[in-house]
């Protein structure tokens, strides 16, 4: 089964304070695309990484820093010294099929509330 | 603004009534895909289409529902006799291949029905 999981539903913290966002996946895939979205309280989905299922390394663009392990199936997000403007819900999301973008699995997100 | 455009933001209608939204693809992507988001559910994925075709409508329902992409203009996702459970925002995303790039979300449409 080809499936995505955010167990954290809701995530409070303040502003400054680190924070990781969990995502765990299963596909029986071996090549796939995995996804980070961030849907803030406008509405809109702004993407945020792609990460193809051979590639390890880890990411870091600015205060986001992504770690991708496939011995646990996980793709977590962490956000260094939040702020305010992180307070978004977060979407993690898999492609199966080598990226097929019609088969995007989506998790049930996790809603950040970053307090000043 | 080069993004994905969709319109309306708000869509109220009574049930019954058709809702048409519209999406523009970022320029240069001629894949066009929609996702509905329902309270509690993540989003889901309804229909793909290119330039005058629908390539896959596997998640589309079966009665109410259609898109279209023409050649000149807009993608149009139509709903015909709403129901209050057509309630959801509805994204537009485009990409500029199937395989191996990113999609580009628009704003979304929230579709109220009531």
């Known amino acids: 089964a080809q499936k995505v999981t955010q167990a954290q539903t809701e995530i409070s913290v303040v502003e400054k304070e680190d924070v990781t966002l969990d995502c765990v996946y299963e596909?029986?895939?071996?090549?796939?695309?995995l996804f980070w979205y961030k849907q803030p309280p406008s509405g809109e989905l702004v993407f945020l990484i792609r990460?193809?299922?051979?590639d390890e390394q880890n990411e870091i663009s600015g205060r986001y820093s992504w770690n991708f392990q496939k011995s646990t199936s996980s793709f977590n997000f962490t956000i260094t010294a939040s702020q305010v403007v992180d307070s978004a819900v977060y979407f993690c999301?898999?492609?199966?099929?080598?990226?097929?973008?019609?088969?995007?699995?989506w998790g049930l997100g996790t809603s950040l509330a970053v307090n000043p | 603004n080069a993004g994905v455009m969709q319109n309306p933001r708000h869509l109220v209608r009574r049930r019954g009534q058709e809702a048409r939204l519209r999406c523009s693809p970022m320029?240069?992507?001629?894949?066009v895909y929609w996702y509905r988001q329902l309270p509690e559910e993540g989003l889901k994925f309804m229909v793909y289409?290119?330039?005058?075709?629908?390539?896959?409508e596997s998640g589309m329902p079966k009665e109410r529902f259609s898109a279209e992409f023409p050649k000149e203009g807009p993608s149009i996702l139509r709903i015909q006799q709403v129901v209050r459970g057509d309630s959801a925002a509805y994204f537009c995303?485009?990409?500029?291949?199937?395989?191996?790039?990113?999609?580009?979300f628009g704003n979304g449409t929230r579709l109220t029905v009531t």
């Open positions: 995303a485009s990409s500029s291949t199937d395989y191996n790039s990113p999609l580009h």
């Open positions: 289409l290119q330039k005058e075709n629908i390539i896959d």
């Open positions: 320029k240069g992507h001629s894949h």
């Open positions: 596909t029986r895939d071996t090549t796939y695309y």
């Open positions: 990460r193809n299922s051979f």
């Open positions: 999301a898999l492609t199966p099929n080598a990226g097929n973008n019609r088969k995007l699995i």
